[in-house]
């Protein structure tokens, strides 16, 4: 069987094609630019040329798109968006109009004439494929498709989408089925989770898919790294670029856990964090009111730090750190977790 595994983020897309007839080393990966830093160098493009932009496509990753949109209408020039490449910016589309993007029916973005047009996606399968293609390597034998992006979900007007995006998290968890919770066959995901759904829609649907977000799926295949699932209690971090997701595993269930924006981070305030969420004392409200998203404890009884793994591109954040983090490697490549996360999803 072989399965491609992609973990979109907001720096790097990370490529993983598992094979079941290869030792997991001799998997084939990639590590490339994210969509959305991609689409961001297309919009910027299109910004020191002068011509005005019309986005089509789905609703994919913000951050740096969103920046170079922002800058391409502070330089006077015009940018139309349909309805769902409009709602990367915000779910509230009358806030992206306020921006000063012109939001348009696909009718109308048919008959636009003299602008410059790009398409917003997350999972770009077409391109994969060239790539593959260009070392000899034809994804038309992939059984199975999976994809992880992070997703805020469809918050409604006026409510906090860092709220929201806790509250979501909180939801799968109470369900009991633990990190694999956060994964879904592709009728499976919430109508909530638009870009999850967007990143689905653009797969090719003549295999089956799974989708997952990323944070827990990179602590999921940071428990592929042998050193971390053979303790009974543990505190698992990713600390990606823009977000940084941190579980307190005990016996394998998740005793609690916090999510935070990484720039808002300091090696000192994430030991801090660290230590609240293994005694079960982190504050929900205390977190939320320094931009964070949340936390949650689940089972107060105090643990210990006597075993920290961190995994993701940020993870430098903690280095040199009196907790001496464990790098977790699944299968030697830190960059491959997110994507072994996907891969023992769909085992599951």
Known sequence: MQILAVDVGTGTQDVLLFDTTKEPENALKMVMPSPTRMLARAIRDATKAGADLLLT???MGGGPCGWAAEDHLRAGHRLFATSDAARTFNDDLD????????VVSDDEATGLSGVRRLTMLDFDYAALCRAFTAFGVELDRVDLLAVAVFDHGAAPPGYSDRLFRFEYLAERIQTGAGLQSFAFERAQIPPTMTRLQAAASTAPADRPLVAMDT??????GALE???TRTHPEAILANVGNFHTL??????????GLFEHHTGKLTRQRMEELLGQLASGTISHEELFAEHGHGAL???PAPGSLDFVAVTGPRRSLLA???LTPYLAVPYGDMMMAGCWGLVRACAH
């Not at 944070?215 to 999921?220: K, Q, W």
């Not at 941190?246 to 005793?255: D, K, M, Q, T, V």
């Open 297 to 299: 404890v689940l089972d």
């Open 246 to 255: 941190a579980f307190h595993l005990r016996e394998g269930a998740i005793a």
């Open 95 to 102: 806030r992206v109009e306020a921006m000063g993007v012109q």
């Open 225 to 227: 790294d042998p050193a």
């Open 320 to 322: 040199g750190s009196k």
């Open 215 to 220: 944070a827990p799926g990179a602590v999921l």
């Open 57 to 59: 496509g789905v609703t």
